[in-house]
Structure formats: structure tokens, C-alpha cells
């Protein structure tokens, strides 16, 4: 494995491991509800749920929205001012939170 596609896993864990959950409910709670739903479930057409997403993959996309490299009109403008913290507090309470699948 590359040298420094390991680095950047062991980064990212390491990040995961640091993150305030409560945190991240909180800017949740006053920056993402309004589109994603109190608890990462959306009601909208269009916007995605996120409980239960991995905690890298949420992270990585919303660095992505907040560098230009993935671009939707609204999320840039929501990632734009994040810190690396407010990310990673983010994605870990999305990815606390658990999701069941049932069918019918």
C-alpha cells in the first residue's frame, strides 16, 4: 500500500477518534437540520440521509464541499466557513447515530 494513502488512513482515524460527538450534534443541530432532519433523516426529495453514514465518507465529502472539489449550491456554502473540527464532530455524530432497515 502506498506510503501515503496509509498516512492519510491513520489521519483520518486518528481525527475520528479526537471528535466531540456532542459537538458535532450541536452544529448539526444549527446548521444541517434544517435540510437533513434533526436526526440525519431527511423529509426533503433530493437531499440525502445521513445517519448512519460512515464517518470518513461524511467527513471526506464535506471537505470536498468545502474546497470546491464536489459542488452543490447550497452545501458549498454550508462547508465553506467548517473547520477540520467542526467536520470531524459532524461526521461523527451522523455516523453515531443507527439506522434499522426493515422490509415490508
Given at each position: 500500500?502506498?506510503?501515503?494513502?496509509l498516512?492519510?488512513?491513520?489521519?483520518?482515524?486518528?481525527?475520528?477518534?479526537?471528535?466531540?460527538?456532542?459537538?458535532?450534534?450541536?452544529?448539526?443541530?444549527?446548521?444541517?437540520?434544517?435540510?437533513?432532519?434533526?436526526?440525519?433523516?431527511?423529509?426533503?426529495?433530493?437531499?440525502?440521509?445521513?445517519?448512519?453514514?460512515?464517518?470518513?465518507?461524511?467527513?471526506?465529502?464535506?471537505?470536498?464541499?468545502?474546497?470546491?472539489?464536489?459542488?452543490?449550491?447550497?452545501?458549498?456554502?454550508?462547508?465553506?466557513?467548517?473547520?477540520?473540527?467542526?467536520?470531524?464532530?459532524?461526521?461523527?455524530?451522523?455516523a453515531?447515530?443507527?439506522?434499522?432497515?426493515?422490509?415490508?
Amino acid at each position: 500500500m502506498n506510503k501515503f494513502i496509509l498516512g492519510g488512513m491513520l489521519f483520518a482515524l486518528a481525527a475520528a477518534a479526537q471528535a466531540d460527538v456532542a459537538a458535532g450534534k450541536a452544529k448539526a443541530t444549527a446548521a444541517c437540520a434544517m435540510c437533513h432532519g434533526p436526526l440525519g433523516l431527511s423529509m426533503q426529495p433530493g437531499v440525502p440521509h445521513l445517519a448512519g453514514q460512515q464517518e470518513v465518507y461524511l467527513a471526506e465529502q464535506l471537505r470536498h464541499f468545502r474546497n470546491g472539489k464536489r459542488a452543490n449550491e447550497v452545501m458549498t456554502v454550508i462547508a465553506k466557513p467548517l473547520s477540520n473540527e467542526d467536520i470531524d464532530n459532524l461526521a461523527a455524530w451522523y455516523a453515531s447515530l443507527q439506522v434499522q432497515v426493515q422490509e415490508k
